[in-house]
DNA sequence: TATGAATGAGATTTCATTCAT
DNA sequence: TATGAATGAAATCTCATTCAT
């Protein structure tokens, strides 16, 4: 057995990854709660109960609900902007986004109930009020930048090689991109999350392409 | 005074006129408290003062919360519904479907609560847990199969007609127009439902049959 | 019997005793539970049993606990205003000031309740704070500011008179005088509540006036 | 370094004074906690991170929430008491007196929180509880005990001396004394602790050999 | 039938105390 | 022995629904 870390430095470290550990079982639970439930009935005492602690250690971690919901948000959004991020690497922007646009229905198809939050919570409705009031709380927006610059980018780079139309504006193109991706893991998530998402990305960007007009 | 109607059928109009204006105000009352304070916390208080009633009334119309809501998602598909309908005289096809979907922006873009409730509500996560359950109450389903039908039939004639491809299946097709519609929709809405919704219609259009590709 | 209040307007009438009614049973309720159990750990479910009603119901006549407890403060704050108003007929000042006395200490007397809120809640230290911070909610203040200007005059006028003493401040005797009062409700508490308060006040009297030095 | 004391009376020696230490900082503490945001809602947490130490320790030194705020006021009464003995050696008993006051004034004035434990919690309602309730806590009975009979002892010695009117019982003389002198401290406290409290001891000490009559 | 207050089950949250390290 | 997080009982508060008028 290793000696047992005896100096404050060690036992803060141990600490602080038992915390983590802690927070991360908690919205992993929070999230397995949601997609059994729904979002809109969440109860603090079911998370609690499926993290395995008590109800008030929640609180240890999390001020009060609100605070856990928005953190699993952010934390999914996270992780699709990592799954995006993932695809850098490649030379051509096109295939950059269709690598992008696996990546991430591979994570969502993984996650429907972070998709649940991402359109019931902050996602739709709360996240829009905070617009409309101004109050926008730094990381939801932050986040959102970060998705839109990337799309961007890539779109830019895509009509500066010649490979997409340029009589439409980047922004709309950028819209149309994200809202078809928004659409099939809407439509997906409407059909009840059938085990097919990931393979209907390459179908989505022959549409971004081409469009439906007979040849 | 004016003398009271004596006859038995008058009485029983007028007293059913009454109940549907109790009915629709409710309803019309339900959906502005949703528009202002979101869907996750309607309160059956606030829906009442805002339909300037008591709270014990609502109850006079609708068996309790879950029927109130429900009755708000019927109602506005069926609307949807109608302003689809209103394009059948069109004889192209594709001139069909671009009029629907300007009609069903006209439509979204007056009433965002409605879209509200169809992606929060049974719209999306609750509704799928039926679906997925078998619980599947009927009057959700034949709405999405109506909104199906009319898109397959309209794009089944467009494809008859060579004005869309064929090497996509039917569905898939149907299945990314209307992930487009959803598309935009959840982007506009995501914006914060700016005044320009129905303006994107054509180039939506546009993007659904010609795509992102240079010519 | 009487015919029924058929009009808006009796209905209403109705509806505001009750409404008034309710209140007081609560705050009544409230009372007695801080009488018998202490001022430290009153809980809304006690005083919702002690005044016979539903733990809800409570919520439908105050905020929270904190409303409740400072409308009991602000109730008997004013009843002891009425009783010291109720001396004002005398035409000697001094009987005036013993007559007041004597109405504040049977008051009192009737409700340790009232002296133990008035000492341990707003009554002292968070009342205190208020000043401090310069919050001062209204009620108080005013409450607090009539009572010292029911003394003020009264003890102006008697100097006027030759009554009492020139050489002190007419603010310092009116600060003697309801310290005192204060110091005999104190002891008196501290004693246990014993039934012979009211006996105290000629003795109080006698003091204020003349001193505790040999003749 | 230095050698480490062997002998095991020194050890003991050390351990006991820094568990006083430990002790002191966590009452010194509360009194703070108390002072800053009242005594209602202290909170053993609070205390613990005023006195710098972990919320576990706080059990370490103290039974419970409840012995802590015990041990504040039997320390603070305490402390009052060595104030009023220091008073002993003057010879004249009014001047004793005068003495005493300033004395509580002063030790008062530096110390507003234990007034308001000496007030909220066992001073007042719950100690008065337990009188009526007859378990009488020894040390708190104890402490008023000596109070009264300090008081009572010089006002006897006054009034042999010819210096205190006979008329009035000597109990009640004491009562009237400790009253007033309650009174100045309540009157000060809810005029929000203004710097002048040992000012107003000769004040005080005049109204009480004197009183309010004109001469 | 409309009213609007009462109800009370149930949700959220707090915090004194315990306990493993 | 100090630590600081876990615990969970208990308190506050909410709100859909009921019901007397």
Redesign the interface.
């Known amino acids: 057995m290793a000696p047992p870390p005896n100096n404050k430095v060690g036992r803060a470290r141990v600490r602080e990854s038992v915390r983590t550990a802690y927070r991360e079982a908690i919205l992993e639970a929070a999230e397995r709660v949601i997609s059994r439930d729904?979002?809109?009935g969440v109860k603090m005492a079911d998370i609690a109960a499926e993290a395995g602690v008590a109800a008030g250690t929640v609180y240890n971690y999390f001020k009060n609900k609100e605070a856990v919901l928005e953190s699993i948000k952010l934390r999914g959004f996270e992780q699709i902007h990592q799954q995006m991020l993932a695809a850098r690497a490649l030379e051509d922007p096109l295939e950059r986004i269709r690598s992008q646009v696996r990546g991430v229905f591979e994570y969502v198809e993984g996650r429907g109930a972070l998709f649940?939050i991402y359109?019931?919570?902050g996602g739709?409705?709360?996240?829009?009020?905070q617009?409309?009031h101004k109050k926008g709380r730094g990381a939801n927006q932050e986040v959102f930048a970060r998705f839109d610059q990337l799309t961007l980018a890539t779109l830019e780079e895509a009509v500066a090689r010649?490979?997409?139309?340029?009589d439409?504006a980047l922004e709309?193109?950028a819209?149309?991109?994200?809202?078809?991706?928004?659409?099939?893991m809407?439509?997906w998530?409407?059909?009840?999350?059938p085990p097919n998402l990931s393979e209907k990305s390459d179908?989505?960007f022959?549409?971004?392409?081409?469009?439906?007009?007979?040849?």
Chains 1, 2, 3, 4 share one sequence.
Request: net charge negative; charged share 20%.
């Open positions: 729904g979002f809109t649940t359109m019931q919570h739709v409705h709360e996240w829009i009020q617009r409309i010649g490979q997409v139309r340029e439409i709309d193109l819209e149309m991109l994200g809202g078809l991706i928004d659409a099939l809407f439509t998530f409407r059909q009840g999350c179908l989505l022959d549409m971004f392409l081409h469009g439906a007009h007979a040849r």
